[in-house]
T-cell receptor, first 117, second 113 residues
Framework: GAVVSQHPSRVICKSGTSVKIECRSL??????MFWYRQFPKQSLMLMAT?????????EQGVEKDKFLINHASLTLSTLTVTSAHPEDSSFYIC?????????????FGPGTRLTVL | GNSVTQMEGPVTLSEEAFLTINCTYT??????LFWYVQYPGEGLQLLLK?????DKGSNKGFEATYRKETTSFHLEKGSVQVSDSAVYFC????????????FGQGTRLTINP
């Protein structure tokens, strides 16, 4: 089946630093990737939709200058949390979609736990 | 806008019990419906899906039927196992545009031996 990886799986950083998270589709080409944020014991909140070669589309309330998304190839998307603060601590999950039909399925990465001290 | 509502958890059952997790949705058009499962320490995995009214999705003994008349997609399993302990998310994907997934709040299921 389709596999999506994320790196790193865990990261701890100091307040004010930037952190980059990678999302890769290992055995398929993903024209669209999605970035989610999951708070403890809560559902996934979509942050942005990323299409290869174009600017990401951010959901309402998500700061695009703080959460930089790059989708440079059909197998790689990156999320950079700039000038991270403790309130950015969360579980970040990416997903990648195959094809473009109505019944497509998104395949999820294992997530990255970010802790900002 | 589109939304998904799941029964609140946590749900605790004994092994071999019958499971139902309720899910209802609000959507325009004809969405696809999904159940995802998140095992402890792991990412989301697709459990089953249905793309049109009256379709039944099934996998690993779990079933869910797309009911357009009641806007529901309840998850059922006849006999649960300890290994089914996880968080279950109901979700829909709109039929137009970016086809983004909208998730319910998740239901934590614990099965005791």
């Amino acid at each position: 089946g389709a596999v999506v990886s994320q790196h790193p799986s865990r990261v701890i950083c100091k307040s004010g630093t930037s952190v980059k998270i990678e999302c890769r589709s290992l055995d398929f080409q993903a024209t669209t990737m999605f970035w989610y944020r999951q708070f403890p014991k809560q559902s996934l909140m979509l942050m942005a939709t990323s299409n290869e070669g174009s600017k990401a589309t951010y959901e309402q309330g998500v700061e695009k200058d703080k959460f930089l998304i790059n989708h440079a190839s059909l197998t790689l998307s990156t999320l950079t949390v700039t000038s991270a603060h403790p309130e950015d601590s969360s579980f970040y999950i990416c997903s990648a979609r195959t094809g473009a039909g109505h019944a497509d399925t998104q395949y999820f990465g294992p997530g990255t736990r970010l802790t900002v001290l | 806008g589109n939304s998904v509502t799941q029964m609140e958890g946590p749900v605790t059952l004994s092994e071999e019990a019958f499971l139902t997790i309720n899910c209802t949705y609000t959507a325009t058009g004809y969405p696809s419906l999904f159940w995802y499962v998140q095992y402890p320490g792991e990412g989301l995995q697709l459990l089953l899906k249905a793309t049109k009214a009256d379709d039944k999705g099934s996998n690993k003994g779990f079933e869910a039927t797309y009911r357009k008349e009641t806007t529901s997609f309840h998850l059922e399993k006849g006999s649960v196992q300890v290994s089914d302990s996880a968080v279950y998310f109901c979700a829909l994907s709109d039929s137009e545009g970016a086809q983004k997934l909208v998730f319910g709040q998740g239901t934590r299921l614990t099965i005791n031996p």
